[in-house]
C-alpha cells in the first residue's frame, strides 16, 4: 500500500506539550501514578508521543495542537486510583469526565478537544464514541502505552529514547 504523504508539524506538537508542562498544575499530574508506578504525568507524555508516531506511520493529517492538547489533558483527574475506594468499573468510565472538567477550568478547550478527552476510553464510554481522527489515535495510543506501561514497564516510550528498542510504530 502507497503511505500517503502527510504535513504534521512535529515541532507545533512539541511546542504545544511544552507549554502545558510549564503549567504547574499540570505538572501536579506527577505526583500521581498508575500503571506499575508509572506516573500520570510519563503516561500521558507517552500517549502523545504514540498518537503523533501512529499518525505519521498510517499518513493520517492532524490537527496538531488539538492532538498534543487532547493528549496531555485525557487523564487530568488528579488522583491515584489505587489510592481510591472506586471500582476499576467506576474509575474507567467516571476519569474522562473528572479529567475534562479539571481541564475545562485551565484551559479554553475546542469542541474536538473535548471530545478528545471524553472519548478516550471507548468503547467503556460507550455514548462518547471518538469524533475525530485525533480522537481515534489518543484512544488506541492510549490503550497501546497502558499495555506497555502495565506489561513490559517501559515508563518512557518517548521516540528519542525508544529509537534502538521499540520496533513498534516505525
Ligand atoms: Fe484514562
Ligand atoms: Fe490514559
Redesign the pocket.
Request: hydrophobic residues 40%; negative net charge; proline residues 0%.
Given at each position: 500500500m502507497k503511505k500517503t504523504k502527510v504535513h504534521n508539524d512535529r515541532s507545533i506538537f512539541d511546542e504545544q506539550i511544552r507549554l502545558l508542562k510549564e503549567d504547574p498544575e499540570i505538572q501536579k499530574m506527577a505526583s500521581f501514578t498508575m500503571h506499575n508506578g508509572n506516573t500520570t504525568l510519563q503516561?500521558?507524555e507517552n500517549?502523545a508521543d504514540v498518537s503523533f508516531r501512529i499518525a505519521e506511520k498510517l499518513g493520517i493529517d492532524i490537527d496538531e495542537k488539538a492532538l498534543a492538547r487532547g493528549a496531555m489533558l485525557?487523564?487530568y483527574y488528579l488522583y491515584t486510583f489505587k489510592e481510591t475506594k472506586m471500582s476499576p468499573y467506576r474509575h474507567g468510565i467516571s476519569h474522562p469526565e473528572t479529567a475534562l472538567k479539571n481541564a475545562s477550568k485551565r484551559h479554553r478547550l475546542t469542541e474536538k478537544e473535548t471530545n478528545i478527552i471524553r472519548s478516550?476510553m471507548w468503547p467503556m464510554t460507550f455514548l462518547h464514541p471518538p469524533m475525530s481522527r485525533e480522537a481515534v489515535l489518543v484512544c488506541l495510543a492510549?490503550k497501546y502505552c497502558?499495555v506497555n506501561e502495565m506489561l513490559l514497564k517501559k515508563h518512557d516510550l518517548s521516540e528519542k529514547k525508544q529509537q534502538s528498542k521499540s520496533k513498534i510504530c516505525k
Open positions: 503516561h500521558v500517549v485525557h487523564d478516550h492510549d497502558a
